[in-house]
């Protein structure tokens, strides 16, 4: 049961860092076409910077539940600092006036999904026993 649940906090992960990269992606182009329609200078709606938000709470579950059944201690650290990065970069931005390079935020994002899938593949548990060990 608990493996399952690891397979799926890993899929969950990995979706959720994809389509925060597609998100991030797909802002500018979105938003360019909204700013050439109008004379004043536009925004980005609130409701849009939000989903930042919501991948970053659905990816901090899928990397805390991945972390406590991964059969690697390695991947643990690893998890959490690609997690502590796209966290970071995306409050920087959203918060302080500090314009940083988009590829920081896609690079965690990335990075973040990349080790799931590693996780989902390579890092099975057997037993519970397995996930208590260091690797």
Not at 33 to 43: D, G, L, Q, R, Y
Request: charge should be positive; proline fraction near 2%; glycine fraction near 2%.
């Amino acid at each position: 049961m608990d493996i399952k649940l690891k397979i799926n906090a890993d899929i969950i992960g990995a979706g959720a860092s994809t389509l925060c990269t597609i998100h991030c992606l797909a802002t500018p182009f979105l938003f360019l076409a909204s700013t050439c329609t109008k004379s004043c200078c536009s925004a980005t709606p609130s409701w849009w910077l939000w989903i930042d938000y919501a991948f970053l709470l659905i990816s901090f579950f899928a990397v805390y539940k991945s972390t406590r059944t991964t059969s690697k201690f390695w991947i643990k650290p690893t998890l959490w600092i690609s997690w502590t990065a796209l966290f970071t970069f995306i409050i920087i931005e959203h918060n302080l006036n500090l314009n940083l390079s988009n590829i920081y935020k896609y690079s965690a994002a990335l990075s973040l999904a990349g080790f799931h899938i590693y996780n989902m593949k390579y890092c099975k548990c057997k037993s519970e026993q397995c996930c208590t060990k260091k690797n």
